[in-house]
Nanobody
Framework: QVQLVESGGGLVQAGGSLRLSCAASGIIFSRNTMAWFRQAPGRQRELVAFITTTGSATYTDSVKGRFTISRDIAKNTVYLQMNSLKPEDTAVYYC????????WGQGTQVTVSS
């Protein structure tokens, strides 16, 4: 059974940084492209970034140059380093497979104040 546990969110001022973590069990990390998604109040969940099995990363335009996705295969953990945060980054952040093929975890709340 797949379990995804996100952590690392919090309240930060605009321009600040946070590092999110997602610990996964039941997934063979080396065989899966993993992704971060986010859902802001009143909006649909959107893909933020994903990292392939070869370590190649792709980002949505709004976070390019500010966010970095990485993974530790030995720890079955995927990270999202978020720098230069903006109020519009406020959302609940979730990890999942690239196509959201697993059950969602509880997410982690990121709130950026202006």
């Amino acid at each position: 059974q797949v379990q995804l546990v996100e952590s690392g969110g919090g309240l930060v001022q605009a321009g600040g940084s946070l590092r999110l973590s997602c610990a996964a069990s039941g997934i063979i990390f080396s065989r899966n492209t993993m992704a971060w998604f986010r859902q802001a109040p009143g909006r649909q969940r959107e893909l933020v970034a994903f990292i392939t099995t070869t370590g190649s990363a792709t980002y949505t335009d709004s976070v390019k140059g500010r966010f970095t996705i990485s993974r530790d295969i030995a720890k079955n953990t995927v990270y999202l380093q978020m720098n230069s945060l903006k109020p519009e980054d406020t959302a609940v952040y979730y990890c999942n497979g690239r196509f959201a093929q697993y059950n969602w975890g509880q997410g982690t709340q990121v709130t950026v104040s202006s």
